[in-house]
């Protein structure tokens, strides 16, 4: 696609549930990254895939988060077992995967947890 | 341990004034500095500095590296209402891509 796309833009929840956010990153872009944004803060790295290496997962701030990639395509983000501290918007975004290169962000997703 | 700070962390200014925001590194194997805009939730991309000294220029927007004292600064003359944002530098975090991000400063431009 032309941009980041991120589904779905808003999420509202109830503590304890499961949820799944879907990143689908620019075409033939190699890196992926997730990151989580609480409000008037900056923002905090979750995961990051390159390729078929294995993924830096050290932001991952539990065991209730893990995420997938395929691929270089889609990504999902699952939070399980949600907490009220978990909301907050989570962006992704991607890039070529070359160095210096620059991320290009996803419109993010707004997570919250009710 | 890597880190990235910006200064301040808020800053309001009255449209026409020039700003200077700060963004000191600690980053293992450095190889570059980016600036992002964040108006509403996707930053948008602004500048990526790997040389010291080299100006890069947008408009009414520049921003510069000093390798030796590891730092960058982004300046935005004649302020406009639009600039309101939040700004946000990152650098590639010790030898791979993965982008660590400052906490940014927080830009509020009134008329």
């Known amino acids: 696609g032309a941009g980041v796309s991120q589904s779905p833009s808003n999420k509202v929840t109830e503590k304890g549930k499961d949820v799944e956010l879907r990143c689908d990153p620019i075409?033939?872009?190699?890196?992926l990254y997730w990151y989580r944004q609480r409000l008037g803060q900056g923002l905090e790295f979750l995961i990051y895939?390159?390729?078929?290496?294995?993924?830096?997962k050290s932001g991952l701030p539990s065991d209730r988060f893990s995420a997938e990639r395929t691929g270089e395509s889609v990504s999902t983000l699952t939070i399980q077992r949600t907490q009220q501290e978990d909301s907050a918007v989570y962006l992704c975004?991607?890039?070529?995967?070359?160095?210096?290169?620059?991320?290009?962000f996803g419109q993010g997703t707004r997570l919250t947890v009710v | 341990e890597d880190k990235v700070v910006q200064s301040p962390l808020s800053l309001v200014v009255h449209e026409g004034d020039t700003v200077t925001l700060n963004c000191s590194y600690e980053?293992?194997?450095?190889?570059?500095l980016l600036w992002y805009k964040q108006e509403k939730k996707a930053p948008t991309f602004l500048f990526m500095l790997?040389?010291?000294?080299i100006e890069k220029k947008s408009g009414r927007l520049s921003s510069i590296l000093d390798k030796k004292e590891l730092f960058s600064i982004l300046n935005i003359t004649a302020t406009q209402t639009g600039d309101s944002a939040i700004y946000l530098c990152?650098?590639?975090?010790?030898?791979?891509?993965?982008?660590?991000f400052g906490t940014g400063t927080r830009l509020t431009v009134i008329p």
């Open positions: 975004a991607s890039s070529p995967g070359r160095q210096n290169t620059e991320a290009f």
């Open positions: 075409s033939g872009h190699t890196a």
């Open positions: 895939f390159q390729g078929n290496s294995a993924p830096d």
């Open positions: 980053v293992t194997n450095f190889r570059s």
């Open positions: 790997t040389s010291s000294g």
């Open positions: 990152a650098s590639p975090r010790g030898g791979a891509n993965n982008l660590f």
